[in-house]
C-alpha cells in the first residue's frame, strides 16, 4: 500500500536516484553532511557551558534552554546570570539531599572564557641551551700593547679582567701577517676595509684558535692615529645550533633529542639537573654553562604555565584559543552557522535567481533587454564595500551578512535560468501548453521549470561550497560575524597571529578542508546522476 505522503516520482527521476546511490563515494558523503549538521543543530546537547538538567531544593530546571537569573537560587542575589560552578561548590547545594546537576559531554560552552586555573597541567620543565660566543674589546697602540679592555677579556688572555691592559697582542696570539700589516695601515690613517683572521695562542693552551676583527676605516686621515679597535671572540661554536629539552616532574627527558642530553659532560649536567629541580618551585634566572669543547651555551630554564593560546590538555583536546576558549566547542558551533548559513544563502540566492532569469528567457524582448541590463549594473557594483558600508550603519549581523550575500549572489543562477528558458520555450510541449490557453505562470513552473532545473541542481553542492569558504574569508579578514560568534574564519584569524600555536591552524583548517571536500563529492554524484547525455526525454 503506497502511503499518501509519499512524493510521486518519474521514472527518470527515480533513475537518476539510483544513479547518485551507485556512486558510493557521493552517497556516503551525503550522508556524513548530513549527520554532521544534524549533531552541530545539537550542538547545545554536547558542548554547553550550563547544565543540560538541575534539581534544587525538589524543583527541576533546565538551564541549558532556558534562563534563570542567580535569584532563583539565591535569594538576593543580582538579577544576572548564575555562576552554576559556583553555585554547585555552595554548600546549600551539596549538601542538600536530591540536588544534582546534568552536565554536556563537553562542559565547555563556546564562547566561554575557561580560567586558567580550573586547567591542570602536569609539572613541565622547559629547558632552552643557546649557543653564546664571547666577545671583548680592545684598544692597542702601536706596539700592539693593549691600552683599554671591556669586561669579559680576560677570559681570552687567561688572566683576570684587569691585567689584561699592558699585555701585548703578538705574545699572546699568533698573529698573521696580513693582520699586522692591516694595523701598521690603519695607524698611519690609510682608509682599509674591515677584515678578520683566526689566531692561535702563543702557549698552544686548550681552547682553539680566537678570531680578531679590525673594523672599517672608510675615510683616510691626515693625522696618525693613536689607538684602535680590535674585537676579539671565540671561535667555538659559532655554528651550533639551539637545543630544546622538556622534562617532567622527575626530571625524566619527555621531548627532545635525548642523544644531545646524553652529550652533555657530567659536571654540566648536573648542574642543569639541580636547575631544572629547583625551576618546579621558583623561577630560574638564565645562566652560562660550559659544554663540550669549550662551548659556552646560554641556559633558559623555564616552568610551563598557562597561558592563552594553549596546547591540546586532558579535558580540552584541541586546544585553548587566544582568550581561553574551547576550540572544539568553538569548531562544533561554528560548523552549524557555516552550514545554516550556506544554505539559507543558496536556497535565497538560487530562489531569486530562477524567478528573475525564468521571467526573463520565457518572454523576452523587451523583458530580457532591460532585465540584462540592470543585471549587468547590479553585478558591477562593488559587494565588498557595499557590505563594510552597510556593517559600519546597520553592525555586523547575522542576517546582514545573508542579505547582502544574497542581493548579489544571484546573478549567475539568473543567467543559467535565462538561458534554459530560451532554450526550451520553443519546445513543441510549450507550444502545446501555449495553445491549450494554459497561463504564463503555470506554463513556466509547471512544464518548462522542472526540465530547466538540471543545471541549477548539480550547482547546488558547489555553491554551498562557495558559501562557506566565502563566510570563512570574511571572517578571516574581520569583515563577517560579529565577535564573539564562532566562526571558523575567526580562528584562522587568530592563527596568523599566533603562528606557534599550531593546533590553531591545524583542526579549523581541517574541518574546514573536510566538509568542502564533502560537498565536492556530493556534487560529482549529482552532476554524474543528472547528466543530461544519459536521460534526454522531456518531462
Not at 19 to 33: E, H, I, N, P
Not at 57 to 67: M, V
Not at 70 to 83: I, L, M, Q, V, W
Not at 249 to 260: I, T
Request: aromatic share 12%; hydrophobic share 45%; proline share 7%.
Amino acid at each position: 500500500m503506497r502511503l499518501p505522503l509519499r512524493p510521486k516520482l518519474s521514472p527518470i527521476t527515480r533513475k537518476r536516484l539510483r544513479q547518485f546511490r551507485s556512486m558510493k563515494r557521493a552517497y556516503w558523503a551525503f550522508w556524513v553532511l548530513v549527520v554532521l549538521y544534524a549533531v552541530s543543530l545539537g550542538s547545545e546537547l554536547i558542548c554547553n557551558d550550563r547544565p543540560l538538567y538541575l534539581k534544587f531544593a525538589g524543583e527541576s530546571y533546565f538551564p541549558a534552554f532556558r534562563y534563570y537569573p542567580a535569584s532563583t537560587f539565591t535569594p538576593g542575589a543580582p538579577e544576572t546570570r548564575c555562576d552554576y560552578l559556583a553555585l554547585a561548590a555552595q554548600p546549600e547545594f551539596r549538601d542538600g539531599p536530591g540536588n544534582y546537576m546534568l552536565w554536556a559531554p563537553v562542559p565547555y560552552g563556546p564562547n566561554e572564557v575557561i580560567a586558567t586555573d580550573r586547567i591542570s597541567i602536569p609539572p613541565r620543565v622547559t629547558l632552552k641551551l643557546l649557543p653564546r660566543v664571547r666577545s671583548a674589546e680592545l684598544r692597542i697602540d702601536p706596539d700592539l700593547h693593549v691600552v683599554l679592555a671591556d669586561y669579559g677579556a680576560g677570559g681570552f688572555f687567561g688572566v683576570d679582567d684587569e691585567a689584561v691592559v699592558g699585555k701585548r697582542l703578538d705574545e699572546e696570539f699568533r698573529l698573521p701577517g696580513a693582520l699586522c700589516q692591516a694595523v701598521k695601515e690603519r695607524f698611519a690613517g690609510e682608509a682599509v676595509p674591515s677584515a678578520s683572521w683566526d689566531c692561535l695562542r702563543q702557549d698552544g693552551r686548550e681552547g682553539g684558535s680566537v678570531v680578531l676583527h679590525l673594523s672599517t676605516f672608510a675615510e683616510p686621515s691626515a693625522q696618525p692615529r693613536s689607538l684602535i679597535k680590535v674585537i676579539i671572540r671565540e671561535q667555538g661554536n659559532q655554528s651550533t645550533g639551539d637545543f630544546l629539552f622538556r622534562f617532567d616532574e622527575n626530571q625524566k627527558l619527555v621531548s627532545g633529542d635525548a642523544s644531545h642530553w646524553d652529550a652533555i659532560p657530567e659536571a654540566a649536567r648536573t648542574v642543569l639537573t639541580e636547575s631544572l629541580a629547583k625551576a618546579l618551585q621558583e623561577p630560574v634566572e638564565p645562566f652560562l654553562v660550559e659544554l663540550a669543547d669549550g662551548a659556552n651555551f646560554e641556559a633558559r630554564i623555564e616552568r610551563e604555565v598557562v597561558n592563552y593560546p594553549f596546547r591540546p590538555v586532558s579535558g580540552h583536546w584541541l586546544g585553548l584559543d587566544d582568550t581561553g576558549r574551547d576550540v572544539f566547542a568553538r569548531l562544533l558551533y561554528g560548523l552549524r552557522i557555516s552550514m545554516t548559513f550556506g544554505l539559507i544563502l543558496v536556497v535565497a540566492s538560487v530562489a531569486f535567481g530562477i524567478l528573475f532569469g525564468s521571467l526573463q528567457g520565457y518572454f523576452g524582448g523587451l523583458v530580457d533587454l532591460s532585465g540584462q541590463r540592470f543585471t549587468e549594473i547590479w553585478g558591477a557594483l562593488p559587494f565588498l564595500y557595499i557590505m563594510i558600508l552597510l556593517g559600519n550603519v546597520y553592525g555586523r549581523s547575522f542576517s546582514l551578512l545573508i542579505f547582502c550575500y544574497a542581493i548579489f549572489n544571484w546573478i549567475g543562477i539568473s543567467y543559467y535560468m535565462r538561458a534554459e528558458m530560451l532554450r526550451l520555450r520553443k519546445q513543441p510541449f510549450v507550444e502545446a501548453a501555449r495553445c491549450q490557453g494554459l497561463p504564463s505562470r503555470r506554463i513556466i513552473f509547471r512544464h518548462i521549470l522542472p526540465n530547466a532545473l538540471v543545471p541549477v541542481i548539480t550547482l547546488f553542492p558547489f555553491l554551498l561550497v562557495g558559501a562557506i569558504s566565502a563566510l570563512t574569508a570574511l571572517d578571516f579578514l574581520g569583515f563577517g560575524l560579529p565577535p564573539p560568534t564562532p566562526s571558523w574564519g575567526e580562528l584562522l584569524g587568530q592563527a596568523q597571529d599566533y603562528r606557534w600555536a599550531w593546533w590553531l591552524i591545524l583542526y579549523p583548517s581541517v574541518a574546514l578542508f573536510a566538509v568542502m571536500l564533502l560537498c565536492v563529492f556530493v556534487g560529482e554524484g549529482v552532476r554524474s546522476a543528472f547528466d543530461p547525455r544519459r536521460h534526454s526525454r522531456m518531462q
